[in-house]
Each structure stands twice: as structure tokens, then as C-alpha cells.
């Protein structure tokens, strides 16, 4: 049976507006097809662990052809076995800086590992592992605008987080934007269609 996770990287609880398109999205789902089992990572409740020096040297074994060990490696593999149940993804996303917030950056990198997330040859390069999954990413900004002159920002947002889940093989992905520029414009018409996105892609994300 399928089963739909949704990654949450925004800590602004009910001000949150990509937790609110992502609770359209999942009201939409759920009514769907009520039997496929939904549950949340939310990346603030403070299960994610670090991925410090002695994670970084088992990941460098993993390369170097020995065996993992050490409690950094196991934690970063049970994070990615909690991930890899689900088999469809709901990611929301705000704007942090341009980018991503550094939580779900620090999410990526405990996962990202080898023989999990891709695999490596010296001679063909990376290939993704996360491959028939599917996802749906809700890309959040309050300033920025993809219309708007530099002096806005610039979105190194999507390409990366979108990037990196082609990298790892996911390339069934459906995005929802809601981008309104929140300092100069009214806001409504571009939430309005961003929940209405969300909801047809929720209602999609089953059937396809």
C-alpha cells in the first residue's frame, strides 16, 4: 500500500503559510483516498540528529569500501529508513535567505548517503536511489518574486531542493508556488490559487 509523509520545514505553526497550503493539500488527499496512511516529519520537533565528525567518517568508509560503524552512521540511517517508508512526499517549504531553511538542509544531509540516498561509480558518476517515488513540493517566499528585480531576492530555493530531489531519483515531482511579494502586493489572489494548486495536485498524486 502506498503511504504519503509530509516533510515539514517551517517552524511557524499556525502562521505558517506553506503548513497551511500543505493542510489543503492533505484535507484533499485524505478525502481521495481516505485508506493510504499519511504521517508528518516535522524537522523542528527535535528528532533530527546531527550529522557531525564521526558521521562524516563513516560516510567516507562507505567510499573508501570498509564498513560504517559508530553511532552518527546508525542514527543517520534509521532517519533515512523513517523517510524511505513512504513511497509519496508532501514537502513544505518555505524561503529562508534565498535558500532553504537550514534545517531542512541539515535533513538532506544526514539522508544523503551512500547506498541509501545514490550510489556512486568513479567512472559513471552518481545515481539516484529514491527512484518510482513521487512528490509535491510547496515553495513559499514572502519577498521574493520571480517577476521582481534582484533587489528581491533570488530563488536558490527550488532549483536546489527540486535538484536534489532529481539527484536522488525522485522525478515525479509537482510543484506549488505561492510567491505574492507579501511586502508590496495583496496577497489573496495568489493564495487563493496557490491552496486551489494544491488541491488538484493532492487529488492527482493518487491516481497518476
Known amino acids: 500500500m502506498s503511504k504519503l509523509l509530509h516533510v515539514s520545514a517551517s517552524p511557524r505553526g499556525p502562521r505558517s503559510e506553506s503548513l497551511a497550503i500543505a493542510d489543503t493539500f492533505l484535507s484533499a488527499f ?5 485508506a493510504v496512511p499519511v504521517s508528518t516529519f516535522d524537522l523542528w520537533d527535535g528528532s533530527l540528529p546531527a550529522f557531525g565528525p564521526d558521521a562524516v ?12 560503524t559508530g553511532d552518527g552512521w546508525a ?4 532517519t533515512f ?8 512526499y508532501l514537502f513544505s517549504v518555505p524561503m529562508w535567505n534565498h535558500g532553504v531553511p537550514y534545517i531542512l538542509k541539515q535533513f538532506i544531509d544526514v539522508i544523503s548517503q551512500p547506498g541509501l540516498v545514490f550510489g556512486f561509480d568513479p567512472a559513471a558518476g552518481y545515481t539516484g536511489l529514491l527512484t518510482g517515488k513521487r512528490a509535491a513540493v510547496i ?13 528581491f531576492g533570488t530563488d536558490f530555493q ?10 536522488a531519483g525522485v522525478t ?28 488538484e495536485v493532492a487529488k ?3 491516481v497518476r
Open 172 to 199: 515525479d515531482i509537482s510543484e506549488i508556488h505561492f510567491r505574492p511579494n507579501l511586502v508590496t502586493a495583496d496577497a489573496a489572489t495568489a493564495r487563493a490559487a496557490a491552496h486551489a494548486d494544491a488541491r
Open 57 to 68: 567518517a563513516a560516510k567516507m568508509a562507505v567510499f573508501a569500501g570498509e564498513e560504517p
Open 75 to 78: 542514527a543517520a540511517t534509521d
Open 158 to 167: 527550488a532549483p536546489y531542493f527540486t535538484g536534489w530531489l532529481r539527484w
Open 139 to 151: 515553495y513559499t517566499s514572502a519577498v521574493y518574486g520571480p517577476s521582481l528585480p534582484p533587489s
Open 81 to 88: 529508513r523513517r523517510f524511505d517508508d513512504a513511497d509519496l
Open 204 to 206: 492527482r498524486m493518487i
Open 30 to 34: 485524505r478525502d481521495t483516498d481516505p
